[in-house]
């Protein structure tokens, strides 16, 4: 066994031990003699019998046991300095990586000395693109188009289309401004010089911060569709909807904050904030209709959370549950 991993993989569990063992056992498909890749588990206090899974069926993990749930950014940070991997991959437990999907970053990274980020696509259990995969800086005028809806509305404009890029081909291989943290591979290296994750930033919107100091540093952040993974979007988030809609706008104002608001007047970016937090507002109360229909149907969380996750057969094909309907695909 060599004594250095090329990728070290960076893995924030809470409350997804189902998901995680898939994504894990789909990892050692392509690392079967554990040789290349590091893994670095941080579990924040599941209580679900995740560490006993991790201790029991995965022997060759570095598993960090956190007394709470201190978010994504400080439990990444937790294990990023210790990582001896030339590269470090932060990846999320609802995620399943498909053949040679992680093996495919490495090699880009190791042929493209000017690129400091790479990120595959993204597919949702559907088989969809998820859109966050490649995106382009927050700005204003691209969050006035997708508050009026004119992005949805025409997604092929250029214009419309700036913050998600739903005019280009997502088979194209892209220099973008921001990948998604569900799986975004880093040279270590940079992330000597940059810092590590912002911890003003519980969860969401730690990837796009660290992407904007990535190019600040002059190196480009690429989107490659020659490496795919599947993610079932928020199997954490959505048991705790409300805390995560106040976790996802407190994302939003420190980014404006940290990197836009000096741009504008301040009784702009106080208009800024407002809409923030208003948004957080109405998603909060949604979030709540809908718990409240879903408790009268008896539905739970994870029931609805498991049954369209998506599962990797040892060959290579994937197979997709979407309700009680399976498709495969390679």
């Known amino acids: 066994?060599?004594?250095?991993?090329?990728?070290?993989?960076?893995?924030?569990?809470?409350?997804?031990?189902?998901?995680?063992?898939?994504?894990?056992?789909s990892i050692a498909r392509e690392d079967e003699e554990h040789e290349s890749f590091e893994l670095l588990v941080v579990d924040n206090n599941s209580q679900?019998?995740?560490v006993e899974m991790l201790k029991s069926r995965y022997p060759n993990v570095l598993l960090t046991e956190n007394a709470d749930n201190v978010g994504f950014s400080k439990a990444c940070n937790q294990v990023i300095?210790?990582?001896?991997?030339?590269?470090?991959?932060?990846?999320?437990?609802d995620t399943e990586i498909t053949k040679n999907a992680v093996s495919t970053l490495a090699d880009y990274?190791?042929?493209?000395?000017?690129?400091?980020?790479?990120?595959?696509?993204?597919?949702?259990?559907?088989?969809?693109?998820?859109?966050?995969?490649?995106?382009?800086?927050?700005?204003?005028?691209a969050s006035f188009f997708r508050l009026t809806y004119l992005s949805k509305l025409f997604p092929k404009n250029k214009n419309f289309a700036e913050y998600n890029l739903t005019d280009r081909d997502p088979d194209e291989e892209l220099k973008v401004d921001a990948l998604s943290g569900s799986c975004m591979m880093v040279r270590k290296s940079i992330i000597d010089i940059i810092g590590l994750l912002d911890e003003h930033i519980f969860m969401f919107g730690e990837d796009i911060?660290?992407?904007?100091?990535?190019?600040?540093?002059?190196?480009?952040?690429?989107?490659?569709p020659a490496s795919v993974i599947?993610?079932?979007?928020?199997?954490?988030?959505?048991?705790?909807?409300?805390?995560?809609?106040?976790n996802l706008h407190k994302g939003m104002h420190v980014f404006y904050k940290k990197h836009l608001a000096k741009k504008y007047w301040?009784?702009?970016?106080?208009?800024?904030?407002?809409?923030?937090?208003?948004?957080a507002s109405l998603f909060i109360l949604v979030n709540v209709m809908r718990g409240l229909f879903i408790r009268r149907r008896g539905l739970s969380a994870s029931d609805s959370?498991?049954?369209?996750?998506?599962?990797?057969?040892?060959?290579g094909e994937v197979k997709v549950r979407v309700g009680n309907k399976s498709t495969h695909t390679k």
């Open 305 to 315: 959370r498991m049954k369209d996750a998506p599962s990797l057969q040892p060959t």
């Open 209 to 224: 911060d660290w992407c904007w100091r990535i190019k600040e540093q002059g190196y480009s952040v690429v989107y490659t």
């Open 266 to 279: 301040a009784p702009f970016n106080i208009l800024v904030y407002a809409a923030i937090w208003s948004r």
């Open 1 to 25: 066994m060599s004594n250095e991993p090329k990728v070290s993989i960076v893995i924030v569990n809470w409350k997804t031990p189902e998901l995680l063992a898939v994504l894990l056992d």
């Open 109 to 141: 990274l190791d042929a493209h000395a000017d690129c400091g980020a790479v990120g595959p696509k993204v597919l949702n259990p559907d088989g969809t693109l998820q859109l966050a995969c490649r995106r382009s800086f927050p700005s204003v005028k």
């Open 230 to 246: 599947y993610h079932v979007h928020g199997a954490s988030s959505r048991l705790r909807p409300v805390g995560a809609t106040i």
């Open 81 to 93: 300095p210790q990582a001896r991997g030339k590269y470090v991959l932060l990846l999320n437990p």
């Open 48 to 50: 679900d019998g995740s």
